[in-house]
């Protein structure tokens, strides 16, 4: 009977990774590579996750607003001029493509006016020049049409708007979700466990940040304690920024601060709200409080990407324009603060949970790879043997996943919806995001066996395609990785370390 259960968990979706036949086997490539001989020596050989040269900076002391100002001009006239071409290349692609006797047909009619117009001795453009302009307009539609046509996503929306298939309005059972939400949070003691269940499948963007509060453990259940709270915890995190941010430029802290002030503006550097002055020095004071309230573990590059989605979450609560280009002083300074104290201590309930990853030598990270490797190998024994065949090891791309929770693989709104669930999930951040990894590594099983060389996998695994990727692909993927963690709930224990 359990036999029977496994066959046929979630057996609707045909697409279900880790069920697959047997592929060819790739010939053997006798490419050798040098191997890092120890975790250290690969830490230190990989210590910038981001392929971004350290320029050294004489200024990184300067708070963010001294930067000049023509960089940030620049930067935004060079995306609107991108955003601008990109408008124009989807309006051309919904052109619809001409057939061969369409083109036979209006080559003919260009021929018939020309004619005509010499007749009546008019002036007109030579054939050439004509057929010139023409051949040249149909190759530019020809190369347009066959690139793909993607909507624009933004970066958080509601539930349906974060689909990569389009952005339809809110359905009859989304609304129904939205007011299941409103009426547990309104409750005078929220059921938490309730609303994990709910939350597990995605939150609606209208109730996520209280949500992710009350689920982080920031807030309490209790309706009537929460505005108390609130404005303790908010009073408590700027005592600590009076206390401790002027210590920035101490000889004991002073490499903290600028290992910091280089790592922020490689912090989504895609994203304009992520490149104001303004955001870069609230980013900067969260990272350097929690830097030296933590000396065990002080402050890592990765600690800085565990920012951005409770920053950007917070922000939408006041924020019904596109947040990707939000100007972040148009809000009054009150909520500047408010917003900026919520995300120090969600990042921080995030971190207590997993802050042996960032410890000296990264031994929960070690864990996890190592407990990723093990898991692959009972789950996809192709997959396992085709990296042992060319000596791919799990370290060389799993750090980063363990390191980022997958932050450098996903766009940004696919975090937040996996974190949505993440907090619904006992260990989510921890345990739950073993199975996640799992399940993303199967997703792309077919790409990676087609590989036959080593640098060819790890090109391939540090760059999986997701930009275009919404909540209908992370929803498979959580699915995927929840089935993964029925079926071996087994496990050993170092698997939840």
């Not at 697959?20 to 050989?45: Q, V």
């Not at 603060?337 to 120090?344: H, L, P, Q, V, W």
């Not at 996943?401 to 999930?425: K, V």
């Not at 060389?453 to 929840?482: C, K, R």
Request: hydrophobic share 35%; net charge negative; charged share 25%.
């Amino acid at each position: 009977m359990a036999t029977d259960n496994r066959i046929n968990f979630w057996r609707r979706n045909a697409k279900v990774p880790g069920r697959y036949p047997k592929e060819t086997k790739p010939k053997f490539n006798n490419l050798k590579t040098k191997k890092a001989s120890s975790f250290h020596e690969f830490a230190r050989s990989t210590n910038d996750a981001w392929d971004i040269d350290d320029e050294e900076d004489e200024d990184f002391l300067a708070p963010a607003s001294c930067l000049p100002s023509g960089l940030h001009s620049s930067s935004s006239q060079q995306q609107q001029n991108e955003v601008a071409h990109s408008e124009t290349e989807v309006s051309h692609r919904l052109a619809p493509p001409r057939t061969d006797a369409q083109t036979l047909q209006e080559d003919e009619d260009e021929e018939e006016e020309e004619e005509f117009d010499h007749v009546n001795s008019k002036v007109v453009k030579s054939s050439s020049d004509v057929h010139l302009s023409t051949s040249s307009v149909r190759s530019t539609l020809q190369k347009q049409q066959s690139l793909p046509v993607r909507p624009i996503i933004p970066l958080v929306a509601r539930i349906s708007d974060q689909n990569a298939s389009g952005a339809p309005p809110m359905t009859v059972r989304e609304k129904s979700r939205l007011d299941k939400f409103k009426q547990l949070l309104s409750s005078p003691n929220t059921d938490l466990e309730e609303l994990r269940k709910h939350s597990w499948s995605g939150i609606p963007r209208e109730v996520r940040p209280i949500t992710w509060r009350l689920l982080s453990g920031y807030l309490p259940a209790n309706k009537e304690r929460r505005e108390h709270v609130l404005q303790r915890k908010r009073e408590e995190y700027f005592g600590f920024i009076e206390q401790y941010y002027h210590s920035r430029t101490d000889e004991h802290f002073k490499d903290t601060y600028r290992q910091i002030h280089i790592d922020i503006p490689r912090t989504n550097p895609l994203i304009p709200l992520f490149q104001q002055p303004a955001v870069q020095e609230v980013f900067e004071r969260i990272l350097f409080i929690w830097a030296i309230r933590h000396p065990a573990s002080g402050y890592v590059q990765g600690i800085n990407d565990l920012v951005t989605p409770f920053f950007v979450v917070f922000l939408s609560e006041f924020v019904t324009e596109d947040v990707e280009n939000f100007e972040m002083a148009a809000l009054p300074q009150d909520t500047q603060r408010n917003i900026e104290a919520d995300t120090f201590w969600c990042m921080s309930k995030l971190l207590d949970g997993i802050q042996d990853n960032y410890t000296f030598a990264q031994p929960g990270i070690q864990n996890k790879v190592k407990a990723l490797e093990e898991l692959v190998s009972r789950i996809d024994e192709d997959i396992h043997n085709h990296f042992k065949r060319y000596e791919v090891e799990y370290l060389q791309f799993a750090f980063r996943w363990m390191n980022n929770l997958l932050m450098r693989e996903l766009p940004l709104r696919c975090t937040i919806r996996l974190w949505d669930t993440y907090q619904a999930e006992a260990e989510g951040f921890s345990h739950f995001h073993l199975y996640v990894c799992a399940a993303f590594l199967i997703e792309w099983r077919k790409e990676i066996l087609s590989m036959i060389d080593f640098q060819g996998l790890l090109m391939l695994l540090q760059n999986l395609p997701t930009i275009h990727w919404g909540n209908e692909e992370v929803g498979l993927l959580l699915a995927e990785a929840y089935r993964l963690k029925y079926m071996f709930a087994d496990a050993p224990s170092h698997y939840k370390r």
